[in-house]
């Protein structure tokens, strides 16, 4: 349990920097 809410601590600030850098690859 402790693990997956590290994951998804993680997960949701990388949300919108994968998200930026996809906007400026394409």
Same mark, same amino acid.
């Given at each position: 349990?402790?693990?997956?809410? !590290?994951? !998804? @601590? &993680?997960?949701? /600030? @990388?949300? /919108? &920097? !994968?998200?930026?850098?996809?906007?400026?690859?394409?």
């Amino acid at each position: 349990m402790n693990i997956d809410y !590290t994951v !998804t @601590a &993680l997960m949701f /600030p @990388a949300i /919108p &920097l !994968t998200m930026s850098i996809y906007s400026n690859r394409f």
